[in-house]
């Protein structure tokens, strides 16, 4: 279990810009050991699970290409040039 000292908590109130008064130390000391040592277990069962390789893998059905003719769409865009869309542009150079 991680242990926090009082410097530690202190600090920490210091740069958060948090006004603790002397009674409330020692309880948020106890409280941020105890989410330490959660995190500190969730990372333990963390290591144990075993991730697939390839997170979007679709297991239902196998993909397939289908042409498609891009006409049907591009007639239907305001402006276009060739076989793509014309959009505004949104980077400037």
Known sequence: MAKITREEVLKIAQISHITLREDEVEP?????????SYAERVQEIAAQIEEPLSKNVNVFREDHIV????????CQAP???????????????
């Open 28 to 36: 948020l000391m106890k409280h941020l050991e105890s989410v330490l």
């Open 67 to 74: 042409n498609t003719d891009p006409e049907t769409i591009l």
């Open 79 to 93: 402006e276009r040039e060739e076989d793509y869309f014309v959009v505004p542009a949104i980077i400037e150079k």
